[in-house]
Structures are given as structure tokens and as C-alpha cells.
């Protein structure tokens, strides 16, 4: 069994990870659905929207750091797009936006900002400083937005995340779907018990556990404590404590003792392949886990490892879904699938992503 | 969402099924084709009147919270669409339509996502979530770029989708009996004659749609003449002109259809 922690050793945050008693870790699981017992003493960063509004600036002042701040971005024009597709200043400005709109405690204050020399003040929830630094790490650093507010709008939910956590992406959204669209008439499936498998911020383990009914559990795993106790966090936001469990270790080490009863089994597992690691966004390959990223060779270490646990841990006529990289990891699953572990799974489908890119691939246990 | 209506299936080589309604390089045609699988009752007769306007003149801008239309120019109008794509047995009019629940509306859809470069995914961190959504048996189109989750983009989108619903599909009115509906009394100032009591309703509430609707089917019904509306919802010309153009997308949709009637517009 392939495991992933040896890849894990790239992210900064090595301390973190490699506890002395990983390996005793990994095979005990750890769970904790109540926030009264996390696993570690990591505490989660509150997202910039949800803290207290303690700072104060005049108009006058917030208004010359967004002058300053959009002429940063505009001094970028189309640099970041051109060396690796990055954002342009649409983008830039439309971020600056929401920068400030989590910021800003009385969003009023926008109708404002075109009066000169206007000393009203504005509560804000960080110091003005904060704010020149933030923008300035966006720029120069190309951290993630989503970093810098500690939140993502991901569906109808706001997930905090925090550097170590990768930011939940829009293709991911429609997997809730597709599992709303199997659960819609599925009853069994709908009060069973799912697994969400490298959870990251929990994403997909609380879109899903707000569709399944009132018998409908979720466990989530991760292996990064970070990621667990971001997750912990937005479980909790959304007061699913009693319908999501979290639980440390790689991929199914920790669910052994629900081996053949899982009746759905969703992931976004790391998928890109390690030689496109170096070629990627900055704010993707700069500032995200490569954990979370990194898939091996050719990107389908994790995807085939997930395969074969499936094939185990699924009850009969119970589903999986996975997001991959694309058409060529799609098809080349579906072959693993039909002919290496055959008469494991039926009903294959490949579905496409809104972008048109052949994304997950989807199918029932025999 | 989805169902058979949405996630258009099609079987390829070696026993796979694969989507490829929102693939950027599937046709209509073939989407239709796709469709044509489904279609196992004889395809209705649309009752209804359709003004489109040509699909790419369609833009819409969302200035604060309230959509406004920005219809460039030429609309032609058609008693039906080809409507190949009308997948449902019963007919449908404007109203039925605006009657949907977002799940039901967005069956009738496709969506997409614009902007399809590079491979996506984890590769990516733009917070482009924009969306469109294209309403098959109607042709129209509806998009949403400015919030931060694709998720509600969609929700946005749809809104607006409902807004050009009720602005360009006509249901038939028969004027010799006609009597003004409940939705459309909802919005008329509280002088019309023939409204009891309750709020009158405006542009933010969502009922405001089936009223607009409404009133744009008795306007057509008297081929655009304002002054033979107002007769019907017991107001004064004057009062009722002053209904329609406090409603951009309301006073443009009135213009086009007297315009195709070669009536002056109101201003």
C-alpha cells in the first residue's frame, strides 16, 4: 500500500506532520467528532470575515490603500497570465473587492470612497497595515486570495482554509451534485454511511452531509493535522458535528473497522503528475500542499490506490466518485477498472466538469 | 439538479457512457440529436410567441443588486421556435416557466462555464466561477460572473434567466374575456381600480416577475397600445405608462413589442 506521507515531507510544515508515533498514528485511528478532542493542539485561523471588527481607519486612509493597491495590480497588467496563466487585472481587481468587502464591517462605506479627504471612520477587522501587507503578499508572492481572508465561497458555503489546506475549486462543486442526483432516489444510499478521503477543508464531506438524510453519516479523512483541524472548523460552522467524523491517517487505514459497509466513497485526490508540479500557477505550486497535488508519475498513484480500496470497502451497489486530471486519467481508470479488477464495479460513467473537461469518474460496486 | 434532462448521455466504444452536454466542442446539433433519444411523446406544437432577440446581442449587467437588460438592438419576432428540444409533453407558456422551481428551470438547461483554457482542477486557482445558462426550449441565455462560488453564479443566473422568461415568452390572452390575473393586480399602483387592498409589490420581489409577465402578454394581446391596457387593469394611461418605465428591462421589452407593431416607443 502505497502512502503518501513520504511525499508529504515536501510542504515547510514538516514539524507538523511527522509525528514521533506517525506510524502507530496511521494505523489507530484517530477520531474526534466532537471539538472538545481534537487530535492535535493545532488551532485553525479565523477567517478574516468572522473576525471581530477592532481596527479603525478613516475613509480618506482605506481609500488611498486601495488607490495604492489597484495601481499594484495594475503595474502586473498581463505578467502572472502570460508566465503561467495566472490572474490578469480583472481578476486582481475583482479580488481587491472581496478583499475588502470581508475587510470592512459596514459595506456603506463603498458609496463613500469617492469623497476626497472624507475622515469618517470605518471599522475594519485588521489593521490598515495588515491589509498593505496582504495585498502586498498577493502581489509579490502570488499567495492565494484565499489565503489571505482565510475563506473560500465554495457552493452555497464559506470554508475557511489557511495555508497548508488546499482551497476547495469550483470543478469539485458538482460532485455534491452527482451524489444529490444518486441519493434523490436511492434511499439506501441516502441514509448510508459515506467517506470523503483526503477531506482537505472538509468541502465535499459537508456538502454531502447536508444532502443525505437523517440516518446519512460522512467520515472524513485526512492526513495532514492541518487540514483536520480546518476541517474540524468548518464542520462545526456548519453543525454537522453529529453527522461528520473526522479521523487522521491515509487514505482507508483509517476506516478499517467499516470495511465493506461504506455505501459511497467520494475524493479529490492529488492527480497532477510530479513532472507538472514545477510548471504550475504560482499560487497553486508556490503556496498550496503539494500533498494535496502532487499525484506521482503520472498523476494516478493515489486514483488506483483509491480503486482498489473501493473495490473493498463498498458495500454491494454502493458508489464512488472521484475527480481526476482529465480525459486521459478518466479512461485510463475506467480500463484499470474493467480489466485489472474486473467484475469489481458496474455502471462506469465519465463526467464532464463545466468546463467541458472529462473530470470524474463515477461507478456502483458490483 | 440534474436528471436525464441536464446530463445529455451518450454510449461510446467499449460500453462507457460519457457526457458531453457542456463539452465546450459538442455542437448543438449533436446535443439535439442527443435529446432526440428522449423524446418519446410527439413533439408539442408551442403555443406560445417567442420575441428573440438574436442570442449574442443578449448581455446582461448586474448594477447593484437588481438585474437590468442591456438588449442591444433587432429583435425578430416568430409565432414558434423550431423547439426541437422541447422535452417536456406538457406546453409550456411563460408562465409555467417562471412556476419552476430552480431545480426544474435548471433541467431545461445547459451550463457553462466560459473561459476553458488549460486543464482546470487542482492546476488552477482563478476564482472564475462565472456562469452561463442557456434555457434549451427558449434559446435564451443568462450568465453571472460577479460572485465568488460558481455555485451561486448559478443561482444568479438562473434569477436573471427568469427575468428574460417573463420579459419574452408570451402567453396567449384571450381579450374578449380577459380579466387581469392576481399577479398582475399585485403590482399596479393601489388607484387602479380594480385592485383590493395589499402592498403593492415591486421589482425586487420575486412575484414582480409573473406580474411583468402578465402585462406584457395583455399589452401584446392589444397589439401594444398602452392606452387600451391600462382600460383592462383599471388605471389611467398616464398611470400605467409611468408602471412601465419605472422598470428599465420592463420599458425596453414594451418598446421592442410596440416597435414590432410600428408604434412609437414610450419614453
Redesign the interface.
Known amino acids: 500500500m502505497k502512502l503518501s506521507f513520504i511525499r508529504g515531507c515536501f510542504p515547510s510544515n514538516l514539524s507538523v506532520f511527522i509525528k514521533p508515533s506517525i506510524s502507530t498514528n496511521l494505523l489507530r485511528p484517530i477520531c474526534f467528532s466532537s471539538m472538545s478532542s481534537p487530535p492535535t493542539s493545532l488551532k485553525p485561523q479565523i477567517p478574516l470575515f468572522l473576525r471581530p471588527p477592532l481596527h479603525s481607519v478613516s475613509v480618506s486612509d482605506l481609500r488611498k490603500w486601495h488607490d495604492w493597491a489597484k495601481n499594484l495590480a495594475s503595474s502586473v497588467g498581463t505578467t502572472f497570465l502570460d508566465s503561467d496563466n495566472g490572474p490578469d487585472l480583472d481578476l486582481l481587481c475583482r479580488e481587491l473587492k472581496w478583499l475588502m468587502e470581508d475587510a470592512i464591517e459596514d459595506h456603506t462605506v463603498f458609496s463613500q470612497m469617492g469623497i476626497e479627504n472624507n475622515q469618517t471612520n470605518v471599522r475594519l477587522r485588521t489593521g490598515i497595515e495588515e491589509l498593505y501587507n496582504l495585498w502586498k503578499q498577493r502581489i509579490e508572492e502570488r499567495r492565494p486570495f484565499q489565503y489571505l481572508v482565510g475563506c473560500e465561497h465554495w457552493r452555497d458555503l464559506v470554508l475557511s482554509v489557511q495555508d497548508g489546506v488546499l482551497i476547495p475549486r469550483p470543478e469539485t462543486e458538482l460532485i455534491v451534485d452527482l451524489v444529490a442526483d444518486v441519493v434523490s432516489n436511492n434511499e439506501g444510499l441516502r441514509e448510508g454511511l459515506w467517506a470523503d478521503l483526503g477531506t482537505g477543508s472538509g468541502a465535499l464531506a459537508i456538502g454531502i452531509g447536508r444532502i443525505l438524510g437523517s440516518c446519512g453519516r460522512v467520515i472524513a479523512t485526512d492526513l495532514s493535522p492541518v487540514a483536520l483541524s480546518v476541517a474540524a472548523f468548518n464542520v462545526q460552522k456548519y453543525g454537522l458535528q453529529d453527522v461528520i467524523e473526522l479521523r487522521q491517517g491515509s487514505w482507508f487505514k483509517p476506516l478499517k473497522d467499516v470495511e465493506g459497509k461504506l455505501a459511497g466513497i467520494v475524493s479529490n485526490p492529488p492527480y497532477i503528475p510530479s513532472d507538472n508540479i514545477p510548471g504550475l500557477q504560482a499560487e497553486v505550486g508556490r503556496h498550496e500542499p503539494r500533498l494535496a497535488l502532487d499525484g506521482g508519475l503520472n498523476g494516478m498513484d493515489d486514483l488506483l490506490h483509491l480503486c482498489n480500496g473501493a473495490a473493498l470497502m463498498l458495500r454491494p451497489g454502493g458508489f464512488f466518485i472521484f475527480e481526476t486530471n482529465g480525459e486521459k486519467q478518466c479512461k485510463c481508470l475506467a480500463k484499470y477498472i474493467e480489466n485489472d479488477i474486473r467484475g469489481s464495479f458496474h455502471s462506469l460513467d465519465i463526467v464532464s466538469d463545466f468546463a467541458g473537461i472529462q473530470r470524474f469518474l463515477t461507478g456502483f460496486r458490483q | 439538479?440534474?436528471?436525464e434532462l441536464v446530463?445529455r448521455?451518450c454510449v461510446v466504444g467499449?460500453?462507457?457512457?460519457?457526457?458531453?452536454?457542456?463539452?465546450?466542442?459538442?455542437t448543438a446539433t449533436a446535443i439535439a440529436k442527443a435529446s432526440s433519444l428522449y423524446l418519446s411523446s410527439p413533439k408539442p406544437k408551442p403555443k406560445f410567441l417567442i420575441l428573440t432577440p438574436p442570442l449574442a446581442l443578449i448581455r446582461i449587467t448586474r448594477s447593484s443588486s437588481s438585474s437590468s437588460l442591456n438588449l442591444s438592438q433587432g429583435y425578430s419576432s416568430s409565432s414558434s421556435s423550431s423547439n426541437e428540444n422541447n422535452n417536456e409533453k406538457k406546453k409550456k407558456g411563460g408562465r409555467e416557466y417562471l412556476e419552476m422551481t430552480e431545480q426544474e428551470l435548471m433541467r431545461e438547461c445547459e451550463?457553462?462555464?466560459f473561459?476553458?483554457?488549460?486543464?482546470?482542477?487542482?492546476?488552477?486557482?482563478?476564482?472564475?466561477?462565472a456562469?452561463r445558462v442557456k434555457h434549451i426550449p427558449t434559446g435564451l441565455i443568462a450568465q453571472a460572473v460577479?460572485?465568488?462560488?460558481?455555485?451561486?453564479n448559478r443561482s444568479s443566473a438562473l434569477a436573471r434567466l427568469r427575468t428574460l422568461l417573463a420579459l419574452h415568452v408570451r402567453n396567449t390572452v384571450d381579450i374578449d374575456t380577459y380579466s387581469p390575473p392576481p399577479h398582475l393586480l399585485s403590482i399596479l399602483p393601489l388607484k387602479s381600480t380594480l385592485r383590493s387592498s395589499g402592498p403593492q409589490i415591486g421589482p425586487n420581489n420575486p412575484k414582480f416577475l409573473l406580474g411583468m409577465q402578465a402585462l406584457l402578454d395583455l399589452i401584446l394581446a392589444v397589439d401594444g397600445s398602452v392606452s387600451e391596457a391600462a382600460k383592462y387593469v383599471g388605471l389611467s394611461t398616464g398611470a400605467l405608462s409611468r408602471l412601465i418605465l419605472s422598470h428599465d428591462s420592463l420599458r425596453m421589452a414594451v418598446n421592442q413589442l410596440r416597435a414590432s407593431k410600428g408604434l412609437k416607443p414610450l419614453k
Do not use: I
Open positions: 439538479m440534474g436528471s446530463w448521455w467499449n460500453g462507457l457512457v460519457r457526457c458531453f452536454y457542456n463539452n465546450t466542442t459538442a451550463m457553462d462555464t473561459k476553458a483554457s488549460g486543464p482546470g482542477g487542482q492546476h488552477r486557482n482563478k476564482r472564475e466561477s456562469v460577479e460572485d465568488r462560488s460558481q455555485h451561486m
